[in-house]
C-alpha cells in the first residue's frame, strides 16, 4: 500500500486522540493487527476497520468518515 493510504489513515487516528475518541482510534489502529501480508489479512483488516467506521460513524466527522472510507475502498 502506499504511503498516502497509511498517511490518510494515521491522520484520522490522530485526530481522533486529540478530540478525546481514544477507544476509537485504538479501535481504527488495531484493525491493523489483522495485516499480515496474505490477502485474508487484508480482507479481514478491511471487515474490521468497516466495521469501526459504521458502529461509530456519529463519533466521526464527515472528513473523517470520506478519509476512511476512499481509503478503505482503495485497498
Known sequence: MSTEFWNN???VIA???TTN???LAEQLQDSR???NGL???WHNFHE???QVINQHSSQLTEL???KLSS???AA
Do not use: V
Request: glycine share 8%.
Open 15 to 17: 485526530e481522533l486522540r
Open 48 to 50: 474490521a476497520a468497516g
Open 9 to 11: 489513515w494515521d491522520e
Open 33 to 35: 493487527l489483522f495485516l
Open 71 to 73: 481509503t478503505l475502498k
Open 39 to 41: 490477502t485474508d489479512g
Open 21 to 23: 475518541n481514544q477507544k
Open 64 to 66: 473523517q468518515t470520506s
